[in-house]
């Protein structure tokens, strides 16, 4: 079971890597001066859902996909003019803003939190996270992930440092191999990652849940597409349909499980966990979503990960989802 989940997990990301400029229109054009988006998503999340749900339906422009890996690429794609749009967690879409990424946030996502976590090996010794201290803890996967910020939250909240601990970045399957191995303690990490360490002896020592995430999550726009007017009013309904699309996988979450393993070519377990980990609503940019994340820029940048720091509420365009 254990090498079964553990290769399904390497193996969609080895499939993640291949997909990572493709393009499927799914709008059907009625003319062919109708305006295109290109969505910017990751691991085929956002096109899997709008597929699943049949979201696109009626739609009255094109939509074309680039898919990357993760956060990082498909913001320099972004900021490249290769895509209209970008997807991520609060913290990744800080650091694109901190990079000078031409974007403004155009909508929020949210979900509970759990899909991050801490996990450590059993007969490791950490049985709190103020054991954490003095230890070293990888972090996946790049500086700056939402699995950074739930470490550095944690620790704040148990009275340690960022510097009790010693961070060492490493991509999700290498770290994945190296906790399977006994190399790691301690391991930040996030979605089936999380639930294969668990099924490889781990157990989880903290999660993200009851705010120690924010479990917030954006869509973003370029302001070149912002710019232009029949994009923002296309950009405008995809939100809505994907807020609509969201709620179908709450209450599907088995047809949106099977649709995981039908288009990322992951298995039973691996899409169970993912489904189960997805965000549940869109929601407008408000003031208080702002603050939540405003904390998490400021906890971020305080501990020198952000650099420079990012006024979230004057990052957002709020004309698009009232």
């Known amino acids: ?34 305006v295109t988006l290109t969505i910017g998503d990751q691991a085929k999340t956002l096109q899997t859902i709008v ?87 990888v972090v996946s996967s790049a500086k700056g992930s939402i699995a950074e910020y739930l470490l550095a939250n944690a620790l704040k ?12 970045y490493l991509l999700p399957t290498d770290a994945q191999a190296a906790f399977a191995s006994g190399k790691i303690k301690a391991w930040a990490t996030f979605g089936v990652y999380q639930a ?6 781990g157990k989880l020592l903290v999660d993200g849940a009851d705010g120690r995430v924010s479990g917030i999550g954006f869509i973003n726009a370029s302001d070149d597409a912002l710019a232009n007017s029949a994009k923002k009013a296309a950009l405008a309904d995809f939100l809505k349909r994907l807020g609509t699309a969201l709620q179908w996988t709450s209450t599907h979450q088995e047809a949106y499980a099977k649709a995981i393993q039908e288009r990322n070519g992951a298995d039973a377990s691996v899409a ?29 940048n305080g501990i020198g990960v952000l650099e420079p720091n990012v006024d979230v509420a004057k990052s957002a365009d709020t004309s698009l989802l009232k």
């Open 1 to 34: 079971m254990i090498r079964r989940i553990a290769a399904a997990a390497l193996g969609f990301s080895a499939l993640l890597t291949l997909t990572a400029c493709g393009a499927d229109s799914s709008a059907e054009a009625s003319s062919s001066k109708q």
């Open 51 to 137: 597929a699943a749900s049949d979201a696109l339906k009626g739609a009255k422009y094109k939509v074309k996909w680039a898919e990357f890996e993760g956060a990082a690429p498909l913001y320099q794609a972004v900021q490249a003019g290769a895509a209209d749009t970008g997807y991520s967690a609060d913290l990744p879409a800080l650091q694109a803003l901190s990079g000078g990424v031409r974007v403004k946030n155009v909508a929020a996502l949210q979900n509970d939190g759990k899909h991050v976590g801490i996990v450590v090996r059993k007969g490791s010794g950490i049985d709190s996270v103020k054991d954490l201290k003095g230890q070293k803890v």
């Open 157 to 168: 909240q148990n009275g340690l440092s960022y510097q009790d601990v010693h961070v060492q």
């Open 196 to 201: 294969v360490g668990l099924d490889q002896g």
């Open 272 to 300: 169970k966990t993912l489904a189960s980990a997805a965000y549940g609503k869109v929601l407008p940019i408000t003031d208080d979503v702002n603050r939540t994340v405003q904390g998490v820029a400021d906890l971020m």
